[in-house]
């Protein structure tokens, strides 16, 4: 007759391997995290203070996670708003998120292993939602790309666009993970609006859309003569 000690033992066994092991490798793996997503609780509006969140990359490299630098433990990277208690470490999905930051301009430091940059984010409002794409250098942090939203839904975004789906003047565009809608009623050139190229734009956030106002053309994937030139050309060829 079995004793009821070796059933327990080889239960627990069985669901060890049944649950903790990876088929094919032999070795145990933990479940991924989940990066926030545009619309997902992490960009809920705050009761109180600001919330700043961002995903950050080192240069040259793709996000900063588990899989480019080995294991999660080794990431390492603390940002802490300049001046307070307030800090967030860098998780295995290359995120961080800061809740409670006063109202006002503020400093991030980036701290970890040969990394000690700063970062300055200006003119946060109280309950704003603002949203950070960062690239990382030793003693250097800069914005690729921003979401900022207001506590009214009121929205400004800068960054380069990765995907365009539509026709003008109805698109569908996406920045930094956010998709934002024109149509019609949209201000600026829909026409220059394509993949690669830099736009800030104004709108309203509804659920996980953002309605576009506004669009600005700030940067082209290619260099082109401008007008000014041609007309200091002429100029020149008349004197």
């Not at 997902?40 to 961002?54: E, M, N, R, Y």
């Not at 307030?86 to 430091?109: C, E, N, Q, T, Y």
């Not at 949203?131 to 800068?158: G, H, W, Y």
């Amino acid at each position: 007759m079995v004793s009821r000690g070796f059933r327990v033992r080889g239960f627990i066994a069985l669901l060890v391997l049944t649950l903790g092991w990876s088929a094919g490798c032999g070795e145990w793996a933990p479940p991924a995290p989940t990066a926030p997503t545009a619309g997902s609780a992490v960009f809920d509006t705050p009761s109180s203070g600001a919330t700043v969140t961002g995903s950050v990359k080192t240069k040259g490299m793709s996000a900063l996670t588990a899989a480019s630098v080995g294991a999660a433990a080794t990431l390492q990277v603390t940002v802490t708003v300049v001046g307070t208690t307030i800090s967030s470490p860098v998780d295995a999905s290359g995120r961080f998120m800061l809740k409670g930051v006063s109202a006002g301009s503020l400093s991030l430091r980036f701290s970890g292993p040969n990394i000690e940059a700063t970062l300055q984010v200006s003119a946060v409002d109280d309950r704003e939602l603002v949203d950070l794409a960062v690239e990382l250098e030793t003693r250097f942090a800069r914005i690729e790309a921003s979401v900022r939203i207001k506590v009214d839904n009121s929205t400004e975004i800068e960054g380069d666009v990765s995907a365009v789906t539509g026709a003008c003047p109805s698109l569908s565009i996406v920045v930094h993970g956010w998709t934002l809608n024109m149509n019609a009623t949209t201000q600026g050139s829909c026409g220059d609006v394509r993949i690669g190229i830099r736009i800030k734009i104004k709108g309203n956030r509804s659920g996980t859309v953002i309605l576009v106002v506004k669009v600005e053309i700030r940067g082209a994937t290619t260099t082109q003569p401008s007008d000014d030139d041609d007309d200091g050309d002429d100029d020149d060829d008349d004197d």
